[in-house]
């Protein structure tokens, strides 16, 4: 029993992750995405994920949102709100998007985000 409770909390940890990398990689962006198609821009730095979600004062007109259920699908599984920068550090021509792991920290190894490399991006 005592090695399998620590294997246990692996795992679900581990599928929580998995769980972050696909709402990160698939399911945010196709809300981004649906947002792009209507409003013809991304969602800027100042109006962030929240556009998702609540109509913007640019674009209103545009808006057939909301494109997320609600404020729920913006935060992870850790309770933290999932992080949006645009133009990307890491992606340059689009937008950076990135929950920041189980140690809710921004810019460590455990971030799960829409880029390719696992290394730390510099501010």
């Given at each position: 029993m005592?090695?399998?409770?620590?294997?246990l909390?692996?795992?679900?940890?581990?599928?929580?992750?998995?769980?972050?990398?696909?709402?990160?990689?698939?399911?945010?962006?196709?809300?981004i995405?649906?947002?792009?198609?209507?409003?013809?821009?991304?969602?800027?730095n100042?109006?962030?994920l929240?556009v998702?979600l609540?109509?913007?004062?640019?674009?209103?007109?545009?808006?057939?949102?909301?494109?997320?259920?609600?404020?729920?699908?913006?935060?992870?599984?850790?309770?933290?709100?999932?992080?949006?920068?645009?133009?990307?550090?890491?992606?340059?021509?689009?937008?950076?998007?990135?929950?920041?792991?189980?140690?809710?920290?921004?810019?460590?190894?455990?971030?799960?985000?829409?880029w390719?490399?696992?290394?730390?991006?510099?501010?």
């Open positions: 005592s090695l399998a409770v620590p294997q909390v692996e795992t679900f940890s581990s599928a929580k992750e998995d769980a972050e990398r696909i709402k990160v990689t698939s399911t945010l962006k196709a809300a995405t649906r947002y792009y198609t209507n409003i013809g821009r991304l969602p800027s100042e109006e962030g929240g998702l609540v109509q913007p004062q640019n674009g209103a007109d545009k808006w057939r949102g909301p494109y997320v259920e609600s404020e729920a699908n913006l935060v992870d599984s850790w309770g933290n709100p999932y992080q949006y920068r645009r133009p990307g550090l890491r992606n340059p021509d689009t937008y950076d998007l990135w929950s920041l792991g189980p140690d809710g920290q921004d810019n460590t190894a455990d971030d799960i985000g829409n390719a490399t696992a290394t730390p991006a510099t501010n």
